[in-house]
């Protein structure tokens, strides 16, 4: 049989046990090609750029379906 404990923990101890599980905001950068903001570390969906070299083709917005079609 596991151990039990003889009184109830506090409900201010166990935030303090779990004060550094928070989530964090995700952090956000400005792409130095376009200047729009995009996440640290991946291509930047406004114009495909990432480290200096485009990666990909950006979605162009005239391509695009509406729902409706």
Known sequence: MAPLTKRKYSSARQGERRA??????????ECPQCHKTKRAHTVCPECGYYNGAQVIKPDSKKNKKSPGQ
Do not use: D, G, I, N
């Open 20 to 29: 550094h599980l928070a989530l964090l905001p995700v952090a956000l950068v």
